[in-house]
């Protein structure tokens, strides 16, 4: 029993240590992340489970966590970036790549909703490169 203890705590100590994968971006707009609107600005971004991810902009200043969850498959290995929905001049974040070949997409916000039903379902999409 002790010894099942004793490896079960190592493989969890073994998993916190792993690094999540963090992306930086600059983002030259103010845009609804979730349930906020943050301000344009450099933002750092990071997995933090499958299912949430952690935006946080250089400053400090602006963070929110986001539910996430993944995206259909689609092959973006190595490139990191974060897209975004325009509806005339408002941006609101839609899906988040870290590099891996899975994107973790948001759902849309009630912001997002109430602003399509204004405005109709007709869109940009904006994608800003990341540094990983």
């Known amino acids: ?9 190592l493989v969890a100590t073994s998993l916190m240590a792993q690094s999540k994968p963090v992306i ?13 609107t943050l301000p344009a600005g450099e933002y750092q971004v990071q997995t933090e ?3 949430v991810a952690l935006m946080q902009s250089k400053d400090s200043k602006s963070n929110v966590n986001l539910a996430v969850h993944f995206a259909p498959t689609r092959q973006m290995s190595g490139v ?12 609101f974040l839609s899906e988040i790549w870290t590099g891996s070949d899975l994107a973790q997409e948001l759902p849309k916000s ?23």
């Open 110 to 132: 009630r912001a997002e909703r109430e602003q399509i039903a204004a405005t109709g379902s007709s869109h940009a999409v904006v994608a800003l490169t990341a540094e990983r």
């Open 80 to 91: 990191a970036v974060l897209r975004f929905n325009r509806y005339g001049d408002r941006y």
């Open 49 to 51: 489970w499958p299912s």
């Open 1 to 9: 029993m002790m010894s099942s203890l004793a490896a079960l705590k």
């Open 24 to 36: 930086k971006v600059n983002v030259p707009f103010d845009f609804v992340a979730g349930v906020k």
